[in-house]
């Protein structure tokens, strides 16, 4: 079986060729026409910026992905939810209008069960994740710890009030005058650093549930900033003029932004890790699952896989794989498709707010 996937949600045009054959995967082709360049300007996604980029992209990013292979195509995945309904909108109507006029049937698929799948895309296939299992999504649009009893089963142990992680990652690169997108700016800076030199609250953390919230942590950061003194020299507030006129250049050399940086970082961790240990402790899953952009951390990865107990299989997706792809909506179309549960073209359309569980 082969499955053209399709990834629209955010500021990303995506597009993967996945083959299964005899239940194991192999990824033919995988693109990911990135936006970043776009909206860095702006210190974050523009959803109008996003939607004319991806009309623009989209059928280039097909041609190239499908290539001699067109005919070949069993099946078509599309994530059609959550996301910015503009950007869903482009994916979902191509993916309508290919199943149209190829006369071959669409999967719709949830964008967070696809970063849930995404561990697999390089391994052998569905086989490898044995239940129950527990997924800790985090990016720059959630923070979930979901339990699957099976595919396809899931249910939600807790998410975040406020803010997801990514975004408290994003919020904070901008308040220090980093670039967006944030997480990986202030990883990189965070490992010169001291992650006990400021004291960041942990919220939530000792309650007994795994709930989160990071819009107070996010609050306690810009007061951290906002107050330092001497103030840094491109520390930004929100709505920092320098943001608004795209003036993010600026000296990022000032000694304390390593240590802020790793301090943020160590929060951030110190949540994620709590919570799920706290989960792994009431259900024992068989396989932990950590995904989306944010799992693209090296010492959130790390730590968690150590914290976790040895007989817990611990699942992350290759680097490449973190952030939003379409490898990820094929491997997780492909339990549907085996099992024909498909949507007519006439009756699919895109969902912003699509709740997975
Ligand atoms: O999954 P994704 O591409 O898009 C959403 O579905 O939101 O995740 C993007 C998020 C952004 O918030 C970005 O800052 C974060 O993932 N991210 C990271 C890292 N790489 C990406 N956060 C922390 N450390 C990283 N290395
Ligand atoms: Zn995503």
């Known amino acids: 079986m082969i499955i053209l996937g399709i990834e629209t949600s955010c500021d990303d045009t995506c597009c993967a060729l996945l083959e299964i054959k005899r239940g194991k995967f192999r990824l033919i082709k995988s693109i990911v026409a990135s936006q970043a360049n776009l909206h860095k300007k702006y210190g974050g996604v523009v959803p109008e910026v996003a939607a004319r980029a991806h009309v623009e992209a989209m059928i280039p990013v097909i041609k190239e992905v499908t290539g001699q292979h067109r005919s070949k195509i069993d099946a078509i995945a599309v994530a059609s939810g959550p996301g910015l309904i503009t950007s869903l909108h482009v994916g979902v109507e ?126 306690a950061i810009r007061l951290l900033v906002e107050n330092m003194s001497p103030p840094l020299p491109n520390g930004a507030s929100l709505i920092s003029p320098l943001v608004l006129r795209g003036g993010l250049r600026g000296n990022y050399a000032d000694s304390r932004i390593p240590d802020i940086c790793a301090s943020i970082e160590q929060a951030i961790i110190d949540v994620l890790v709590h919570k799920s240990l706290k989960a792994t402790d009431k259900y024992h899953p068989k396989t932990f699952i950590l995904s989306g952009g944010v799992s693209a951390n090296k010492k959130l990865r790390k730590t968690l896989k150590h914290a976790l107990p040895k007989k817990t299989k611990f699942l992350v997706p290759d680097l490449s794989y973190c952030m939003d792809n379409a490898a990820m909506i094929s491997v997780a179309a492909y339990h549907q498709a085996k099992n024909k549960k498909f949507t007519p073209y006439y009756k699919l359309t895109a969902n912003a707010n699509w709740e997975l569980v």
């Open 94 to 219: 191509t993916a309508k209008a290919l199943s149209y006029a190829w006369n071959v049937p669409l999967v719709k698929v949830n964008h967070v069960e696809g970063h849930i799948y995404s561990p697999l895309i390089s391994r052998r296939g569905l086989a490898d994740l044995k239940f129950p299992a527990i997924a800790l999504v985090v990016s720059g649009g959630h923070t979930e710890l979901i339990l699957m009893r099976g595919p396809g089963q899931y249910s939600l142990l807790g998410r975040t009030r406020d803010d997801a992680a990514g975004e408290c990652f994003d919020k904070s690169a901008k308040m220090l005058g980093l670039p967006y997108p944030g997480g990986p700016q202030i990883g990189k800076r965070a490992k010169h650093g001291n992650p006990e030199a400021y004291d960041i609250p942990r919220p939530m953390i000792d309650r007994d549930d795994f709930e989160f919230s990071f819009s107070g942590m996010k609050n």
